[in-house]
């Protein structure tokens, strides 16, 4: 769960202290993350589009369908239910093997798997391949100090990569994940000039963790 609370600053701090004459801060603070929220859900369908791959899993629309918004004590407030890999992408780190059994061996998990780039794998996992039928065999390429997970073997008798097997992997944060900013302060200032009558046309939005 990842929750966010979308701040005001500058014109609009001092346009929320004069609500009294026109509406609730409540009302306020409701249309901004009604608004918010929206902002969240197009830019993670969008993110579904243009950077899932396929597989199993889609993080992404995963996080759209379990984006809401509320209001918490004097605060708008996004919560995310996703699965952590959207922290990942977002904030980027350094993921390490779980330990935990495997679904495929049975065995403790002590590498990760890593789809080789342009592969058969591309963007899928092992249970993908596993549901699909696909039987993977281990290859050591000890001259490389590598290790991969490869497919069967094709007509002239070689096998494919499908998966690297690696002791850990670090990621980038990206910030395209959530909406910038400047595009959450647009969407909310357009709905906040066609809630209230008043000059809302002004101001500064940040979205803290």
């Known amino acids: 769960m990842y929750t966010l609370h979308i701040q005001t600053a500058g014109n609009a701090e001092a ?24 902002t969240f859900v197009r830019n993670f369908e969008s993110q579904a ?9 889609n993080y ?40 935990r059994p495997s679904r495929i061996t049975g065995k403790p998990i ?19 391949m596993q549901t699909a039928g696909v039987k993977l065999h281990l290859v050591v390429l000890k001259r490389l100090g590598l290790a991969a997970l490869a497919g069967p073997a094709d007509a002239g008798g070689e096998s494919k990569f499908y998966f690297w097997l690696v002791p850990s992997t670090t990621h980038q944060p990206d910030p395209t994940v959530f909406p910038s900013n400047d595009v959450l302060s ?11 009558t008043t000059a809302f046309r002004k101001g500064t939005y940040h979205v803290s963790k």
């Open 15 to 38: 346009q929320l202290n004069a609500l009294a004459e026109t509406a609730t801060r409540r009302q306020y603070l409701s249309a901004v993350s009604r608004t918010a929220s929206n």
């Open 49 to 57: 589009q243009k950077k899932h791959r396929g597989g199993s899993f």
């Open 60 to 99: 992404y629309l995963t996080a759209a369908r379990n984006t809401t918004g509320s209001v918490d004590d004097d605060s708008a407030v996004i919560r995310i239910a996703a699965p952590a890999g959207i922290g990942l992408r977002r904030y980027g780190g350094t993921v390490v093997p779980s330990g």
């Open 110 to 128: 002590t590498k990760l798997t890593i789809p080789v780039k342009g592969g058969p794998a591309d963007g899928k996992s092992t249970l993908d």
């Open 186 to 196: 647009r969407d909310i200032n357009k709905t906040l000039t066609r809630v209230f």
